[in-house]
């Protein structure tokens, strides 16, 4: 989830990160420590395997193992970096591209007050109509890009988007009497289409530059509505998703064995020292796996955003 | 193919990717396969060749050339990665732009349904016909771009493309008299522009600038299929796809050499195992020849994509 | 703060940047130096502790620990480059971002003071009601994004503020009537929306083109504060922020055990000069920190900006 | 020249690349055979020199002279990677940038055929020789921009351009006769627009609607032609080009001299084994030489397909 | 300055870079060969220092840290291709995206001509004066963005730009009487939007759609000239500047020393050859440094475009 933090940002001195760096919510601990928790018990195992229950020369092949592992995963052969960066890239764009193309109804708001007249309770519930197509659109749309929306909200707020639904019960059944494999969102737009016509030809849109403008926002909401949907449909090619995990995981399987620290007495190359904990390829994992996590931090993101929107 | 995997990514706790990483339809497994057979068999073959087959002086030698190629598949000599990295984003910049410019016919139905009007018989069939021009053009576009589309879909649903030609025969007869060595998706628009023009003057469409809207929603519909045919017809330049493929290719033809197991009694450096299955060579190839596929697959997912839509 | 130095830069002859490096404001000099006091402090003190406080035997494995420390950071162990880059790149397409959807009323301006007629004092009166409608909103999108802004700025200048508000002290009442957990940026813009549908109506707006026109001009000056607000509302994840951080200052930490100087005498591979002073450390610090210190910098910036565009 | 593959891309199977990798028209092959020729002449007249001409001595110094210029060209003191990165991109999105600014008619040509009325001659021919102007200016823009459209192309192809101007040779005298240093293309665009005004008040074109959706669509042509114009006026700076030429260049200078296979009898650390032929270096060379030339490449690929329209 | 070399460059054949590589006017050698004097001088002066006035016990000492400074400049340790190549990819894109700001007078040029009628003296001299408050608010612009522009050519074509004041002597007064610390590059725009207004008025544009095209046409142009503006006023922010310019001069400092010859008798690893001159280091220098000078010579470049555009 996006969790505001600039004003902390903003108000820091120096050394003040810290507070930022420590803060749960939102935050890669919450993201990782499962997976941590893992690679360290594995670790771990390895370990303990290596130093009590192995024989001298069972010992003797673990540690070429381990070299043989080491030298691989501190060269570029698995090329984590690369195909992590590309992905990250990807990742980040696809979110700020959906989030910029998030249906907002404002400016529709604002042409629908300004453009379609009457002081009276029929022409206040008209407006209110055509604003509340757009937003029944929305919401379908919401409903089918977040999971949490689907599955959660759903049942909590299925009465909410009921009430939208009684109001306008003759669309209603129009609404169910199609069956589409896709997404009907674009059935309110249309409505909000037929409405704004019959406004204009009972002269409370006034003019026909007045209905165009309306019907530019529409095709703009709408347009943007689309985006939205499309990018939930064609996701990242599956293909380039299993590459970067693969390569990731399997990185750090070979790290678990690659990286035991050696007998120093021994003197392998680099094995000179016993730490127990290996410090590094923590940080490693922290980065590497950080950073792969990232995908679903933004795809969740967008959900807790909709919530906010929808209240 | 762009298998949609959004649903699944979402529901996913602790160690779900599991299940999408082991996915066969649209994945990385599919693609890869084949080549990864050859590229173990071609391995399998020299790695007997040396260990059975050649006399002590022959390994000897056999042992130097490995050495002297696996000095430079380590290093940055063939620069796979980088140019690896430039044409997978290339391809995926293109794969997405041909996406989004994908030319929908939603936005030009609402502003036909919108703008022309009549609920008579002849209002219907003007405004059905309408779509079906925008709809001809861009299946017109597609059976140029989509391979598929035009080998094995093109015959078994010539007869729905007909059908839409038995309605408008008159104009088939003109679009078959014109012949051009290129693409005559623009035929069928100019007939709607046309069609837009005589319902304005029959009074269908009934001020101008409704007719400026439908002749404005026709051109962003033309200017996509303009840019879809563009995007088939100017593919990326050869010579990148040729300096790639030799990178990644002659990089594992001579990792095929370089990467085998050599006699650890001998004492070559980095040489102390003899584990009989290159682990990390098999990772290598599989990340970069992977990644290199992706071309093919973005391709491919474009022609799928189109199918669900003529659908 | 974006201090402008374009001048100097083109006068600048052979040797001429020298007086741009040694600038302190806006400087990279100002932005580090107390980070940097704390590295070389926690640096020294570690030397000391080496050189005088332990005893050969504790001296052997503190140069152990610090050679251990060494052989990661010289690596790309911990990726610093690489989060760095993304995050730096993140950061500077954000500003740029922010800088160009800065609601300017240039355009706006243009169109009222063009397009609402009338010599008269209400005509006068109009207009500049228009406008100041316009600058409110900016002036409450800037004291929400702003800290500076909101904190030392706003009891400053609230009179000011409040001046804005006497003038309009109907519209103050409705302002503060509305409660809201969102910024109510958006209603000055909606007055400003029926103003002139008044004025329209009053005939000082002569025709519907024109009303248009101010229309379309209005939702452009609104699309820029939108965008600003969400900028602002939506940060670069935390997440992302987290893990570059954590990547910098825990690759410092590990540089302040890591670079000390060994004794010469004991022989260690690259330890044969003692120079006190870790000249290369002590630039890459100020490179790292320097580049990840731009996200505060180019955040203070804005801040700058809009307090000179406000006067 | 932009060869169209694609269909043989989506016809492979397993292993079809191969055909694609062979094609001589468009390929790398093509553009890098006389540069490679060169290489390998250069690279055996200093193999032969060190091996038949010089004296014992002389050997060990071209020996120490060989090992130097390798340990530099190992590494990435001559940053080839970077500028030709950097470089490569440049020059393929100015490619692209330059092929979607091309000035299609079609979008004009259907606004013309649609708003400008009237069955009998004198329509036809306003309609003609609206677009004809059209087509004037991109034909000027060409020979300006296409060096084989200038040089060979102008002198085959005089007569067809002739014979615009005599349809229209009252412009011709007009055009002549304003000397300009820059291009004249705007000028057939401006009697367009003259045109399409006489047009109006003749009646030919209905309303002011339809006036200004003439004169937007000549607008965008006219960007178009603008763009065009100003991509091949304002080059990549020279600069760039001159860093990068040197950096490939300079480059294999040096690999000339380093990369020779040194006596393996006297021990030298790497040079081990005399294969005579360097086939990695050739490989660099092949890849390295083969981007540069890609600019060249991409600009002659322009030309081409100029070429194709004008027909 | 931007040469124009494209026709060189279309026409060149095998080996034909030659010549475009040994140009002197725009070229890299004249913006490096100061400095790349000076770093010779200083490399020679540590030179004949090292050889000649040590004593064996000093150069001892010498040579041990110019190994250390060797160490470090042969690794990352001083991120210079990073910064640099941020900040060229910075530069480069403002670069172009300024010029593509560029305010072309051509499309108003043409708005007005078909626009404003008349063709008497009064008509005439209305279209030149709306021309001509157009031009002078570029050329306020510009005069402010480049400093050869306010420096030399302002004295000398000072009498050009007051005929300008001259012919609109009224305005002239307006525009110095008023006080802004900012360009007052605006002024002369709302002066054309007010004369079209008048126009409107007088009959000489004849509807008002025809007046909102001018307006749009206006408003494109203002929007342009506010970029280059903004270009101009915020730059790269300086701790960029800083950071990256420090990045390369404190490398080449330490190269000064690190990359001396050393005694090869002494037998220090990769110094068996003393070749006095250190190419490859001079190499680097002029591709670090050179690559530097290019945010120089981009923004000269603009300078001298805008001078041939005011001719």
Chains 1, 2, 3, 4, 5 share one sequence.
Not at 13 to 19: A, E, I, L, N
């Amino acid at each position: 989830m996006t969790v505001s933090y600039t004003l902390e940002v903003a108000n820091v001195r120096f050394g003040g990160f810290t507070k930022l760096l420590l803060r749960w919510r939102g935050s890669i601990y919450r993201l990782l420590y499962k997976d941590l928790l893992v690679f360290c018990g594995v670790y771990l195992f390895f370990s303990l395997f290596y130093r009590f229950l192995l024989t001298p020369k069972q010992q003797d092949l673990f540690e070429r193992v381990a070299l043989y592992c080491d030298q691989f995963t501190n060269t570029n052969f698995i090329p984590v970096l690369f195909v992590l960066g590309f992905y990250v890239t990807l990742a980040f764009n696809r979110w700020w591209g959906q989030y910029t193309s998030f249906p907002l109804p404002d400016n529709l708001m604002m042409v629908v007050s300004g453009n379609v007249h009457g002081a009276d309770e029929t022409g206040r519930l008209l407006r209110r109509t055509l604003m509340r197509y757009a937003n029944l659109s929305s919401v379908l749309i919401l409903r089918s890009i977040s999971t949490r929306f689907s599955l959660n909200f759903f049942f909590q707020h299925f009465n909410c988007v009921q009430l939208f639904f009684i109001l306008l019960c003759e669309n209603l059944k129009m609404f169910e009497s199609l069956h589409s494999d896709f997404n009907k969102y674009w059935m309110p737009l249309t409505w909000f289409s037929n409405l704004a016509s019959r406004a204009r030809e009972e002269g409370r849109v006034r003019d026909d530059i007045a209905l165009r403008l309306l019907m530019d926002e529409l095709n703009n909401y709408r347009a943007k509505c689309s985006l939205l949907f499309h990018y939930d449909w064609i996701t990242i090619p599956l293909v380039y998703t299993q590459v970067v995990t693969i390569a990731v995981y399997s990185f750090f399987a070979f790290c678990v064995i690659g990286r035991q620290f050696l007998n120093p007495e021994k003197g392998y190359k680099d094995h000179k020292l016993d730490l127990y904990v290996p410090v590094f390829t923590l940080l490693q994992f922290f980065f590497y796996t950080g950073w792969l996590k990232v995908t679903q931090h933004t795809h969740a993101s967008l959900v807790e955003t909709d919530f906010i929107l929808i209240m």
